[in-house]
């Protein structure tokens, strides 16, 4: 199945899923950062690997000079410094589990805290929002009241100048009707 000239697979357009992608601290943490506080966490570990390199380095001379019995013993050395390591490492991870847990509880909350100040943020600007929405609706009305006034103060004056308000038609049905009843009264 060929594609189009200028199209993507629409697979390599998504990224590949990470479980490194909801852990903020993954991406803000640098390699060099990361090293140090993990040599401060565990110390004899990177010691342990240095002697081990240091006893393969000893072997490979005793080697090459041809004595045999320095090559052993640094082979054995070797094996010491993978064990201490090793043993190190066992160590360091019941002896820091309290540690990583309360990290992990720290980061925990640290989380929780960032969701409560971005929930806040977000309320605070639907209360802005609403406020400003509040305050068009308000002017609107305002506009609009202030519309029909002038409209009706126009329409007044058009009425004024046909024949007469509402007062001077109220005056004149007033009138009619005295008229009306002073001819009821002169029949009678």
């Known amino acids: 199945m060929s594609q189009p000239p200028g199209s993507q697979n629409p697979l390599s357009v998504k990224e590949v899923p990470s479980s490194f992608a909801d852990n903020q601290a993954y991406f803000d943490e640098s390699r060099w950062t990361k ?13 342990g690997c240095a002697a081990t390199c240091w006893a393969l380095w000893g072997a490979t001379n005793s080697i090459r000079s041809g004595d045999s019995y320095g090559a052993q013993k640094m082979f054995r050395m070797r094996l010491y410094a993978q064990f201490f390591t090793i043993v190190a490492m066992v160590a360091g991870s019941f002896y820091y589990n309290s540690d990583r ?4 509880e720290y980061d925990e909350i640290a989380k929780e805290r960032k969701a409560i100040e971005k929930r806040n943020a977000w309320i605070r600007e639907l209360e802005a929002r609403d406020k400003e929405e509040k305050d068009w609706r308000e002017k609107i009305k305002e506009v609009t009241q202030k519309r029909k006034e002038e409209e009706d103060v126009a329409r007044a004056k058009e009425e004024a100048k046909k024949g007469g308000g509402v007062v001077t038609k109220a005056v004149k049905g007033l009138k009619e009707k005295l008229v009306k009843e002073g001819e009821g009264e002169g029949k009678s």
Request: glycine share 0%; net charge positive; aromatic share 6%.
């Open 35 to 47: 090293f140090t506080r993990r040599l401060k966490e565990e110390p004899l570990i990177p010691l």
């Open 101 to 104: 847990i309360l990290r992990k």
